[in-house]
């Protein structure tokens, strides 16, 4: 017997991945680096289905019906190159080798090269859901070899989420390492779902002093409307969580977040695009801060601030950060979807933004009913440049702005930090300021390093320089965008 598909990489999105393959009606080959973990598996949860054990790559080769189609979910960075250099004496012109992990997309582009360069065909795909996308359905973004895709489809899209409707949670990205660049922005994104939500439960509990249970309750009923996604109903879930002694877990959990480097990326590569992603740039720091665990506790006796209590009507503002909550998420994604047009304009990507946000709507983490109005939004208008100009999103956030500046003033004063929601209400007001203070900056620039400026009253491209002092002359450096 020969398997439709290979697998190395049996952790736990691998091994849950192949339970899902072969539930789907494929044969699935294994290996592993660690040959213990294969035989656990085979015996255990692989046990009497179609799962065939491989002792070594040339075997997993072996093992794979023509064209062969073998899929890695093991670490990024250096051990996808180790494993490709392994299985490419044992593969013909043709076979296909596939990345699930999260590899950074300049990486899988690389990738591509090479693996095309040696007669093969190489994808990388980004695969979200977590241990239970795996298993019964995760969002795909694969990307790479088009030429590829159409031996892949009917694998990916049979054991892909589907959403409410039946629409598929995986399509073809694009080329190179569009798949991976795309979900990459997905993580960016989660990164600042998650730390917004989790600036709402801080003013919440220090603010508000709402108990654990008052908070579930909270969560509970926002699921239910425009904030209904997978991040607000665990977190509801987490919230109402106790042990068998009572106890809630949320309260013992120390307050030191991880992070594996995806969100990282994000920001760097906004950074490289000169695209202002600034909130989850604020996420990822968020991060960071919350990593000096002992700094802060040191500080938190040295340095003073106002008291953490809000004194006004509590039901009022709990229904303000619902607003604030949801407007900022609306322009977290817009500045998403800024980077992946940003990504397109660089390396010639024919993106389907809408597609994009359906890929989205089931298996992923960031799953949620708002990804169906941006799906429309980019199906009306495939051209649109922000996602607030959208009629429908507009109205949106004119309904929470003032909310929004409300959560914001009271963070303020409450001395409650609020960085990502906050670079969210500022990214907004300099989006819609015609004349920001770059004129002032751009003076400075030229007055210390005769950097030249544009003017108002000439064409754009055109350059100037003012001999501020006397003493500079007339020589000015040269211009360039980073």
Known sequence: MKADIGLIG??????????????????????????????????????????????????????????????????????????????????????????????????????????????????????SGGEKGALLGPSIMPGGSAAAWPLVKPIFQKIAAKTDKGEVCCEWVGANGAGHFVKMVHNGIEYGDMQMI????????????????????????????????????????????????GEAVIDEIL??????????????????????????????????????????????????GPSNVYKGDKAALIEDLKQALYASKIVSYAQGYQLLRGAADTYGWQLNYGQIAQMWRGGCIIRSVF??????????????????????????????????????????????????????????DGYRTARLPANLLQAQRDYFGAHTYERTDQARGKFFHTNWTGRGGTTSASTYLV
């Open 10 to 127: 049996l952790a736990v999105m691998g091994e849950n991945l192949v339970l899902n393959m072969e539930s789907k009606g494929f044969a699935v080959a294994v290996f592993n680096r660690t040959m213990a973990t294969v035989d656990r598996f085979v015996a255990g949860r692989g046990a009497d289905k179609n799962i065939i054990s491989c002792q070594s790559i040339e075997q997993l080769c072996a093992s794979l019906t023509r064209p062969r189609k073998i899929m890695m979910l093991i670490k990024a960075g250096q051990p996808v190159d180790e494993v490709i250099d392994q299985l490419v004496p044992f593969l013909d012109q043709g076979d296909i080798i596939i990345d699930g992990g999260n590899s950074n997309y300049p990486d899988t582009s690389r990738r591509c090269s090479y693996v095309e360069s040696k007669g093969f065909y190489y994808i990388g795909a980004g695969v």
């Open 371 to 428: 990804l169906d109005d941006i799906k429309v939004a980019f199906d009306s208008n495939p051209e649109l440049v922000n996602l607030m100009l959208d009629q429908f999103f507009k109205d949106a956030l004119e309904h929470a702005q003032a909310a929004w500046r409300r959560v914001m003033v009271a963070s303020v004063e409450l001395g409650i930090p609020m960085p990502a929601m906050g670079s969210a209400l500022t990214y907004f």
């Open 198 to 245: 989790c600036e709402t439960y801080q003013m919440m509990k220090d603010g508000l002093e709402l108990s654990n249970d008052e908070m579930h309750q909270v969560f509970n009923q926002w699921n239910t409307g425009v904030l209904n996604s997978y991040l607000i109903e665990i977190t509801s879930d987490i919230l109402g969580y106790k042990t068998d002694q």
């Open 255 to 304: 307050d030191a977040a991880g992070q594996k480097g995806t969100g990282k990326w994000t920001a760097v590569t906004a950074l490289e695009f000169g695209q202002p992603l600034t909130l989850i740039g604020e996420a990822v720091f968020a991060r960071c801060l919350s990593a000096l665990k002992q700094e802060r506790v040191e500080a938190s006796e040295q340095l003073s």
